[in-house]
Nanobody, 121 residues
Framework: QVQLVESGGGSVQAGGSLRLSCAAS?????MAWFRQAPGKEREGVASIYTVDGSTNYADSVKGRFTISRDNAKNTVYLQMNSLKPEDSAMYYC?????????????????WGQGTQVTVSS
């Protein structure tokens, strides 16, 4: 069992930045960030294959968000720049084993409790 603990959420004005962190209790091959806004389905935002650093992103965040990892610390980060009100959501960290071209919930085994991000206009 791997535990994931997110941190770094908060409130920010549109155009601002936030950095989310996810600390895992063990090493996992693939890590990702998902988000879920009220009344909407959970969507994959970004993922990283910790083995070689491969990444993929949702179209809605490309060019604004960057996912990175520190393998020595079993920690993954999500740097979010140029935030928009539509980025407001609960952000969840997820961990799995295999790389995939899509960021689907089906590919992840462990989930964190989430951290809230609120972007005001």
């Amino acid at each position: 069992q791997v535990q994931l603990v997110e941190s770094g959420g908060g409130s920010v004005q549109a155009g601002g930045s936030l950095r989310l962190s996810c600390a895992a209790s063990g090493s996992m091959s693939r890590m990702a960030w998902f988000r879920q806004a009220p009344g909407k389905e959970r969507e994959g935002v970004a993922s990283i294959y910790t083995v070689d650093g491969s990444t993929n992103y949702a179209d809605s965040v490309k060019g604004r968000f960057t996912i990175s990892r520190d393998n020595a610390k079993n920690t993954v980060y999500l740097q979010m720049n140029s935030l928009k009100p539509e980025d407001s959501a609960m952000y969840y960290c997820a961990a799995g084993y295999h790389w995939a071209r899509v960021i689907s919930e089906l590919g992840f085994v462990y989930w964190g409790q989430g951290t809230q991000v609120t972007v005001s206009s």
